[in-house]
């Protein structure tokens, strides 16, 4: 498939998508999310790939929904054709995705960060969601997985007043995994992609499906659901592999991956 709005590549078993709109600081229109989709889910149906990056320019991740595209809209139409429903689709995504942000990410291009499994920000990045400085509030999860990785201190902080916050602060509060200098962003994320490739992709599926429901549901339930996967794991030869590698003192090699 063409894409317009973005640029996909693979590096490996890694599947690379850079968000491409550098005249609207990558602002998330509805043919850049179609575009998006459908590569993460070309890569997740690619066997050759065993974990994704998502990435920007140096100055924006994203700047947001696309406010241009967004500013005519009535009601009825949001409603009754779901408008953002589409973005659910990036939660969906079964193999990990990492977020490697530089520059803005705000409104719903902080919202996006958000919906991959962890973040590595360049020293640049500024998170926010600043919806509320143009009359509405985040649509896309900006108030409930900010609240639920930040703490509501925070998410309030931000969704209420729309300021920014560094990638120090957003490391220090736990919306971002790593800090690094803008100039290894890219290769320190796709060196983390890569180990997360090399590794049983049933089990690295399976551990991203299980961390995903500590914000789905109940700890009890939560930990009976990682045990009842955990027992599941010795069914596979990966795991046979991967404790007698242990033993023989050698590196494993996962079939399955
Ligand atoms: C459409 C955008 C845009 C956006 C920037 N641009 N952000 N276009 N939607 N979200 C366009 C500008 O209009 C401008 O186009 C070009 O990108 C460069 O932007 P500048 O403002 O000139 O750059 P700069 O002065 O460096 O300021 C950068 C900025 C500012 C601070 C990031 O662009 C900004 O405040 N952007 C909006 C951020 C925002 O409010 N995001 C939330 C959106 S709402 P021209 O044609 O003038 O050169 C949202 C809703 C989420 O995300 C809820 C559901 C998804």
Not at 146 to 167: Q, S
Not at 242 to 257: C, H, I, Q
Request: aromatic share 8%.
């Amino acid at each position: 498939m063409a894409y317009e709005n973005i640029i996909v590549e693979t590096r490996g078993p890694v599947g690379l998508i850079k968000l491409n709109r550098p005249q609207a600081l990558n602002a998330l229109n509805s043919a850049l999310l179609g575009e998006l989709n459908a590569a993460l889910a070309a890569f997740d149906a690619d066997g050759r790939i065993g974990a994704m990056v998502i990435t920007g320019s140096e100055k924006a991740f994203a700047a947001g929904a696309d406010i241009k595209e967004m500013q005519s809209l009535e009601f009825v139409d949001a409603y009754t054709k779901d408008f953002l429903g589409d973005w659910e689709k990036v939660t969906r995504i079964r193999k990990p995705i990492i977020a490697a942000v530089a520059g803005y990410a705000l409104g719903g291009g902080c919202e996006l960060a958000m919906m991959c499994d962890f973040i590595i920000a360049a020293k640049t990045a500024k998170f926010g969601q600043p919806e509320i400085t143009l009359g509405v509030m985040p649509g896309m999860g900006g108030t409930q997985r900010l609240a639920r990785f930040v703490g509501k201190a925070k998410a309030m902080d931000l969704c209420l007043t729309g300021r920014m916050m560094d990638a120090e602060e957003a490391e220090r509060c736990g919306l971002v995994a790593r800090v690094v200098p803008g100039q290894d962003l890219l290769e320190e994320a796709i060196q983390a992609a890569e180990k997360i490739a090399s590794f049983s992709q049933p089990v690295v599926m399976m551990t991203k499906e299980t961390v995903n429901r500590a914000y789905e549901t109940t700890l009890a339930e939560g930990l009976r659901f990682e045990r009842r996967l955990f027992h599941s794991m010795f069914a596979l030869e990966d795991q046979k592999e991967g404790m007698a590698a242990f033993t023989g003192k050698r590196t494993p090699y996962f079939k399955n991956r």
